[in-house]
């Protein structure tokens, strides 16, 4: 059980557009900045949006991030083939003392 | 070219220890705030350890007292010893920077694989 919580899996088709949650808590989400990851296969993760909603050099406007409270979003748009990957959100947890990720999303894109 | 490469996985029996070791380039560890995330078989990420630029440590609570992260400034490189090793410490294990305090880890390296078995 992650400490913060994102959907499984999500689906679209190229062209559309698609959003991926992540929820978590005050002593995460509520006061630290949300990073979001992509894993394609056989690669190492890639940063893709930090401090909730910058993008990092590199990184098409295609990707945004943003945080509302105790929970962050990730959406992408104009979906192509090879947005075919697993998404991670990440932040620091207060509480805990150390970083935290949520489970991952699976995006398919059909 | 900023880059980072781990060392040191391999199998080890339960009980056992291990060291792995991230040899960066392009970058300075010590000015760095350096983790370790590993990827267990079928599962997600999970952020195991920190080492801030001015030397602060933090860890996750499965490992706290069994691994130890620390760096050497004139090998610019990043370790994380591992005793009392579990099965479920099987996973591929990378490090990856900060160029800032909470600001996403924006380089990481290819990972290197800790299986633990009898």
């Known amino acids: 059980q992650s400490v913060l919580t994102q959907p499984p899996s999500a689906s679209g088709t190229p062209g559309q557009s698609v959003a991926i949650s992540c929820s978590g808590s005050t002593s995460n989400i509520g006061i630290n900045y949300v990073h979001w990851y992509r894993r394609l296969p056989g690669t190492a993760p890639q940063l893709l949006i930090y401090?909730?909603?910058q993008r990092p050099s590199g990184v098409p406007d295609r990707f945004s991030g943003s945080k509302s409270g105790t929970s962050a979003s990730l959406a992408i748009s104009g979906l192509r083939s090879e947005d075919e990957a697993d998404y991670y959100c990440a932040a620091w947890d207060d509480n805990l003392s150390g970083g935290v990720f949520g489970g991952g999303t699976k995006l398919t894109v059909l | 070219d900023v880059q980072l490469v781990e060392s040191g996985g391999g199998l080890v029996q339960p009980g056992g220890s291990l060291r792995l070791a991230c040899a960066a380039s392009g970058l300075s560890v010590s000015s760095s705030y350096m983790s370790w995330i590993r990827q267990a078989p079928g599962k997600g990420l999970e952020w195991v350890s920190i080492i801030y630029s001015g030397g602060t440590t933090y860890y996750t609570a499965s490992v706290k007292g069994r691994f130890t992260i620390s760096r050497d400034k004139s090998n610019n490189s990043v370790y994380l010893q591992m005793d009392s090793l579990r099965i479920e410490d099987t996973a591929v294990y990378h490090c990856?920077?900060?160029?800032?305090?909470?600001?996403?880890?924006?380089?990481w390296g290819p990972g290197t694989t800790v299986t633990v078995s009898s």
């Open positions: 990856a920077r900060e160029a800032r305090l909470d600001n996403g880890m924006d380089v």
């Open positions: 401090r909730n909603d």
